[in-house]
Every structure is written in C-alpha cells, then in structure tokens.
C-alpha cells in the first residue's frame, strides 16, 4: 500500500510551480534522505559500539531522521493544496 502511493507521488507530473511541483521536488528529497539514512545506518553497524564513531554516527542518524520527518510533513502539507478530481465530483455520485 505504502509503495503504490509512494509511485503516485513521484509520477506527479511538472507544473509552473504551484503546490504539485513542490510535492513532486519534496518527494525526490525525501527519498534521498532516507537512501542517506539507511548507508549511514549501514556504516554505523561496523563501528564498535561505544565507540565515539559509533555516537557520532548516531546522533548524525537522529538529525537525519528528524529531516526525514520534516520533509514527509511539508510534502502531506503541498499534498493538501492540491484538489483532486475526486473531490468535485464525490457529491454527485449517489448510492
């Protein structure tokens, strides 16, 4: 399910930069920064526990992760700004 919207997402076409170019610009960061995330991630696993790689490597994946999530709300935010064709015509569709 997560996939499926995350292709969504990524395919939204170009515009002359209103909120679907934002999303789009969004998106493509947010992937990066988890693809950031997870080498990092990967890199500290070979670092001796208590060692001072180690936490720095870890505070370094706090900050990361706090941009992850920094990005994922601007990106729900543009989302929202943007009115689907769904939500002009829920009202005409009737049981």
Do not use: C, N, W, Y
Request: glycine share 4%; hydrophobic share 35%.
């Amino acid at each position: 399910m997560r996939a499926a919207r995350a292709r969504v997402i990524v395919g939204i076409e170009k515009t002359d930069g209103g909120p679907a170019e934002e999303v789009r610009k969004t998106s493509d960061a947010l992937l990066e920064a988890v693809r950031s995330l997870h080498d990092l991630e990967r890199e500290k696993r070979a670092q001796k526990v208590s060692s001072p790689e180690f936490h720095a490597m870890a505070r370094e994946i706090t900050e990361r992760s706090r941009e992850v999530f920094r990005l994922a709300a601007v990106e729900e935010r543009a989302g929202d700004e943007i009115e689907s064709p769904l939500d002009e015509t829920t009202e005409d569709i009737r049981p």
